[in-house]
């Protein structure tokens, strides 16, 4: 019996659902993973004897989250103003800087792997079954978290970066409090008409600026979960670009994005943030309409 399947087996016997990933990779083996992902030992065992497959875990059938905490990819790789702390290297640091931040102590205290690439992925039973999802970058630079919808490679697995090890082997804590409202999204406004006060007429440059405003904003009111700030940061730099060719007021688009933001959950600071961000980058690019 190979080393994989073994360890296949062994996670499955924690009630952990597996399904193999591609030879030495990180992608899924199989279509429908996350539906096919299973305890069955028959099952398992079927599926290693065709190949020296990696092992995903599907945390969402089993009521996991999954904190992973990265290290930078190059020397550049560096955590941006909102998150640059004293200390914060990495996304371990990172955890530990928000720890202190609210006061607790770094939840670390649970089913630990080290990843091929160095860094750690932090096992935690989740409150509810359902409201989970993955995200990326909502707790801080570095740091993703995979749930529902999510795969994790698993312990056992190896790519070319290295060998996905068991650094805590013990029984996944409850995600900490603190950790779930911080991944809690904020009530979802009722989704009302979304628009431009000033962007009214017939004209031919307003219909214009009229449809581009509204694209933009349907863009972000779309966004998929795990994508809204990354959607609305493209909005604001687009809009951006009109606001600083002249087009329109930055006091009249910003409540709009702004407005789009919180109706698909984002808490207020972090949008309002993300849209001045945008407009800065957008105002390198001044953009007018032809007459």
Same mark, same amino acid.
């Given at each position: 019996?190979?080393?994989?399947?073994?360890?296949?087996?062994?996670?499955?016997?924690?009630?952990?659902?597996?399904?193999?990933?591609?030879?030495?990779?990180?992608?899924?083996?199989?279509?429908?993973?996350?539906?096919?992902?299973?305890?069955?030992?028959?099952?398992?065992?079927?599926?290693?004897?065709?190949?020296?497959?990696?092992?995903?875990?599907?945390?969402?059938?089993?009521?996991?989250?999954?904190?992973?905490?990265?290290?930078?990819?190059?020397?550049? @790789?560096?955590?941006?103003?909102?998150? !640059?702390?004293?200390?914060?290297?990495?996304? &371990?640091?990172? =955890? /530990?800087?928000? +720890?202190?931040?609210?006061?607790?102590?770094?939840?670390?205290?649970?089913?630990?792997?080290?990843?091929?690439?160095?860094?750690?992925?932090?096992?935690?039973?989740?409150?509810?079954?359902?409201?989970?999802?993955?995200?990326?970058?909502?707790?801080?630079?570095?740091?993703?978290?995979?749930?529902?919808?999510?795969?994790?490679?698993?312990?056992?697995?190896?790519?070319?970066?290295?060998?996905?090890?068991?650094?805590?082997?013990?029984?996944?804590?409850?995600?900490?409090?603190?950790?779930?409202?911080?991944?809690?999204?904020?009530?979802?406004?009722?989704?009302?008409?979304?628009?431009?006060?000033?962007?009214?007429?017939? @004209?031919?440059?307003?219909?214009?600026? !009229?449809?581009?405003?509204?694209?933009?904003? &349907?863009?972000? =009111? /779309?966004?998929? +979960?795990?994508?809204?700030?990354?959607?609305?940061?493209?909005?604001?730099?687009?809009?951006?670009?009109?606001?600083?060719?002249?087009?329109?007021?930055?006091?009249?688009?910003?409540?709009?994005?702004?407005?789009?933001?919180?109706?698909?959950?984002?808490?207020?600071?972090?949008?309002?943030?993300?849209?001045?961000?945008?407009?800065?980058?957008?105002?390198?690019?001044?953009?007018?309409?032809?007459?």
């Amino acid at each position: 019996m190979s080393d994989l399947l073994n360890a296949a087996l062994a996670h499955a016997a924690r009630g952990w659902h597996v399904f193999p990933l591609i030879p030495g990779g990180k992608r899924p083996a199989i279509n429908n993973w996350e539906q096919c992902a299973t305890t069955d030992p028959a099952v398992i065992g079927h599926g290693w004897a065709n190949g020296a497959y990696n092992i995903g875990i599907a945390p969402g059938r089993c009521h996991l989250l999954v904190i992973d905490l990265d290290r930078p990819k190059h020397s550049g @790789d560096t955590a941006p103003a909102k998150w !640059a702390l004293p200390g914060v290297t990495d996304g &371990a640091s990172m =955890l /530990a800087a928000l +720890a202190e931040q609210h006061h607790q102590p770094y939840p670390g205290d649970t089913y630990t792997v080290r990843t091929g690439s160095g860094g750690t992925h932090l096992y935690f039973t989740a409150p509810t079954a359902d409201a989970w999802r993955n995200t990326t970058g909502t707790l801080g630079w570095k740091i993703d978290t995979r749930a529902g919808g999510g795969c994790v490679v698993a312990a056992g697995s190896t790519t070319p970066h290295g060998v996905y090890r068991v650094l805590r082997d013990t029984v996944p804590a409850p995600l900490p409090a603190w950790l779930a409202d911080l991944l809690t999204p904020a009530p979802v406004r009722s989704a009302g008409p979304v628009s431009v006060p000033l962007l009214r007429g017939s @004209d031919r440059r307003t219909r214009y600026l !009229a449809a581009a405003v509204n694209r933009t904003l &349907a863009y972000v =009111l /779309a966004s998929p +979960a795990d994508r809204h700030n990354a959607c609305l940061f493209g909005a604001a730099c687009s809009l951006g670009e009109l606001v600083a060719g002249g087009e329109l007021a930055e006091q009249d688009v910003f409540p709009a994005l702004l407005d789009a933001a919180l109706t698909v959950g984002q808490g207020e600071g972090e949008a309002t943030r993300t849209i001045r961000s945008g407009f800065a980058h957008g105002a390198r690019r001044p953009r007018t309409i032809a007459a």
